[in-house]
């Protein structure tokens, strides 16, 4: 635009200027003329602009035309480029929203992962320590347990009894461990108490002395034994473990029901002792 301004300041030549400033003069001078007399030559001459003057004024107003088409054809090429570029940084910017939207909505989604696990870790917690707690019961009753036990019993779940841990909150061991370990005891006792058993084992006959007898456990209740000189005795759980006494009155039948076990004998009821507490 300073181009254009700079195109419209023309210059009145030297000549015009020098008519301009003559002019007020002569007309002046022309005051004391007669009136009606006409203009001086030299007056017009300055009034009107030569041929030259006006071809010069017409090549610079052309020139200011081009120079203005010029400047509107650059300015709208400009214009387009730099709705090009608008409209190119519109779609980035619509890209980038939707990229942005995107990862919100991942970052929400990801936040809502994240409270779903720290609830299940938190409901995990309780029931790891809902879980230990019982197992800490358990293995308290287990070890109470075994001490009723009997002999041949105790020496197959020995294995799973010595991995009881013995101070729970200091143990590495975890719940589910320690509930398997329990259920394995569980599983052989209750096997035990549901089956009749035939064992040789060292036991305290009446005399005092100490002789291999041959043992029928009758589950986990009640058991009967009988040594090669036929002495025989009964045997039940209590608290501190198997009490054993002697059962002279019941050595035959208890001899008999060895030999159908044993199957020596054909199956027949056997009558024997049994105390119900």
Known sequence: MQRILNVFRVRVPARAAAAG?????????????????????????????????????????IETQQIIAKERN???????????????????????????????????????????????????????????????VMEEQIRSLVKQLPDPVKGRIAPLVERIPADPAA???????????????????????????????????ADGSSSEVQVIYLGLAQAYFLSPKGEAGIGRPTEDGWKWEPAPGAADQILLALEVIEGKHVPTFVPLPIKIR
């Open 171 to 205: 143990t590495r061991v975890t719940p589910a461990e320690r509930f398997q370990n329990v259920l394995g005891i569980l599983n052989e006792v209750n096997k035990a108490n549901s089956e009749i058993s035939v064992a040789y084992e060292i036991r305290t006959l």
């Open 74 to 136: 650059d300015w709208q090429q400009g214009k387009e480029i730099l709705q090009g570029r608008i409209d190119l940084v519109g779609k980035e910017v619509g890209v980038l929203k939707e990229r942005i939207r995107q990862s919100e909505e991942a970052v929400a989604q990801s936040d809502r992962k994240r409270d779903e696990l720290l609830a299940q870790d938190a409901e995990l917690k309780t029931l790891g320590e809902q879980l230990a707690t019982a197992a800490t």
């Open 21 to 61: 400033v003559l002019a007020p003069a002569l007309a002046a001078l022309s005051i004391g003329a007669p009136q009606g007399a006409p203009p001086a030559d030299a007056a017009d001459a300055a009034r009107q602009p030569t041929l030259e003057e006006t071809r010069l004024t017409l090549a610079k107003w």
